[in-house]
């Protein structure tokens, strides 16, 4: 992703997206996961719907279950190594039987081939998100999420973000939350950087 050509679009597009580009400064918008695919994909299970800290907490016990071999800190397992895995095991690292059952569903679904693991590069975002929501517990926001963060994808809008849609509300001063159609169409002139636009709005709230 070219951040700035994205800036600069940006700042030309809109004045308001300039604005907060000139008080938020440099772009830190960064690739989470630049090959481990499968690992995004179980930490954005993990992570649904709990503190960062209590998540990374687990996350961390998650992955010392397949220490040793060189992984004293621990490690990701593979498809066939989660989804051989006690349940006993998991919840003792702090899983709910929900999410268990989400991460045995994208064990088996990447064990058979299910996912295009590896060829996420050639598909389209939308094609992207059709593929990995077949995987129980993982929506819309999560397919955005793994196109932003893990591919690097730079026109991704996740509408259903609540903290974009307070972002857009608060710096376009709406009256209330937007709907995924007026937030489309306020990006438009975003338009082929949609991602770093939401970056901004996301920080323009941590002031």
Not at 171 to 200: C, D, F, H, I, Q
Request: aromatic fraction near 8%; charge should be positive.
């Amino acid at each position: 992703m070219n951040i700035s050509a994205a800036v600069r679009h940006l700042k030309r597009a809109d004045p308001v997206m300039r604005r907060i580009i000139e008080r938020e400064g440099p772009c830190r918008f960064r690739r989470e996961y630049e090959k481990d695919e499968l690992g995004a994909l179980v930490d954005a299970i993990i992570y649904q719907q709990l503190a960062y800290k209590a998540a990374a907490t687990i996350a961390g016990r998650f992955r010392q279950i397949y220490a040793g071999d060189g992984h004293a800190k621990g490690r990701l397992p593979r498809p066939a190594e989660l989804a051989a895995t006690p349940a006993r095991k998991l919840r003792a690292a702090g899983l709910s039987r929900q999410k268990i059952g989400y991460l045995r569903d994208l064990a088996q679904k990447a064990a058979r081939g299910d996912l295009k693991l590896g060829r996420f590069a050639g598909m389209s975002d939308a094609e992207v998100a059709e593929n990995i929501t077949q995987v129980k517990g993982i929506g819309p926001w999560t397919a955005d999420m793994f196109a932003m963060f893990s591919l690097n994808r730079p026109d991704v809008l996740p509408v259903g973000d609540l903290g974009l849609q307070y972002g857009i509300k608060e710096a376009y001063g709406l009256r209330k939350l937007p709907s995924a159609e007026r937030m489309l169409k306020m990006a438009e002139p975003w338009r082929p950087y949609r991602s770093v636009a939401t970056w901004y709005l996301w920080q323009s709230r941590r002031k």
